[in-house]
């Protein structure tokens, strides 16, 4: 990617996150890049190509970690771990206006990027499933499909209510949790021992 594309998607997407998308017109962003209309109309062709583009370039970019820690010499129970950080990080930069807009002025960019996240993060848990029953640390007879389907629908589901605020979302608490839940699930006893064995270690890197 053009390092000035980068660098306009980058900022204009710290933007949209701070103020929400309806608020940043294409002036307040070439105030605040230091550039003028005319140069980002180089590089994007209207308003919503913008959006488009600053959605799927933050995309990548967690699909980017994504694959990081997939990468890495991990466990099945690491690496769900690793993820669930990830996942909390980008909640705490997460905010509800931003969502409002594209839903409410793209709603077809909605429900692309939607079906875009939804098919990248069932494949992550799939995999992370099917990895910890090969390893002998969940449950042998758990439904690899249905849980990975139940899990994308509570994660979504967490976002898409007011139910908690913001500040519960991101705790460490909640953190701790979810994870926990979602973990005393399809955990073998093998995979427990592990889990009770080790997670006082994972607590350490949250502090």
Not at 121 to 133: A, H, I, P, R, T
């Amino acid at each position: 990617m053009n390092p000035k594309t980068q660098y306009i998607l980058d900022q204009v997407g710290k933007l949209y996150r701070r103020y929400g998308i309806k608020s940043v017109s294409m002036d307040d962003v070439a105030t605040q890049l230091g550039i003028s209309k005319k140069t980002i109309y180089e590089f994007f062709c209207d308003k919503e190509d913008l959006v488009k583009q600053v959605l799927l370039y933050e995309h990548d970019h967690r699909c980017g970690f994504l694959n990081a820690i997939e990468g890495k010499k991990f466990n099945a129970i690491e690496e769900l771990f690793e993820v669930y950080k990830m996942i909390n990080t980008m909640l705490v930069e997460f905010n509800p206006s931003m969502e409002h807009d594209i839903r409410k002025y793209y709603p077809n960019l909605f429900l692309k990027m939607r079906e875009i996240s939804r098919k990248r993060m069932y494949e992550s848990v799939y995999n992370n499933l099917n990895q910890g029953k090969k390893e002998g640390l969940y449950r042998k007879d758990l439904n690899s499909e249905i849980i990975a389907k139940l899990h994308v629908f509570r994660t979504e589901n967490l976002l898409d209510n007011d139910m908690f605020t913001h500040e519960e979302l991101t705790s460490l608490k909640m953190f701790h949790e979810i994870f926990v839940y979602h973990l005393h699930g399809i955990l073998s006893p093998a995979g427990r021992t592990f889990f009770e064995n080790n997670f006082y270690k994972f607590k350490a890197t949250l502090t």
